[in-house]
């Protein structure tokens, strides 16, 4: 079982940063892919960006490619989502999900999701 608790979410402009995080636990939670999903009202969750588990190969939707990067610090158990010049189609509840599945961008290919964080950016 793994346990996963987002934080940093908030309301910026755009053009503004801000940084994700999410912490982990769990016996074998720096084993598993990470990957963080948004979804913003009205629509499907969608997937952002992965990396797996020892942090040396990540991926991203086209939409973020070159504006976020994706990290993991697997001593700290924490997994993080650095987004530079939001957009206000950025806006949505941000989560972080871990998986079994190598590069994989499909929601029902993540085992663990948690509470997720609002991210709102205003134009």
């Known amino acids: 079982q793994v346990q996963l608790v987002e934080s940093g979410g908030g309301l910026v402009q755009a053009g503004g940063s801000l940084r994700l995080s999410c912490a982990a636990s769990?016996?074998?939670?720096?084993?598993?892919?990470m990957g963080w999903f948004r979804q913003a009202p009205g629509k499907e969750r969608e997937f952002v960006a992965g990396?797996?588990?020892?942090?040396?190969?990540?991926y991203y939707a086209d939409s973020v490619k070159g504006r976020f990067t994706i990290s993991r610090d697997n001593a700290k158990n924490t997994l993080y989502l650095q987004m530079n010049n939001l957009k206000p189609e950025d806006t949505a509840v941000y989560y972080c999900?871990?998986?079994?599945?190598?590069?994989?961008?499909?929601?029902?290919?993540?085992?663990?999701w948690g509470q997720g964080t609002q991210v709102t950016v205003s134009s």
């Open positions: 769990g016996r074998t939670s720096s084993s598993y892919a």
């Open positions: 999900a871990a998986s079994r599945w190598l590069g994989s961008r499909l929601v029902q290919e993540y085992n663990y």
């Open positions: 990396i797996n588990w020892s942090g040396g190969s990540t």
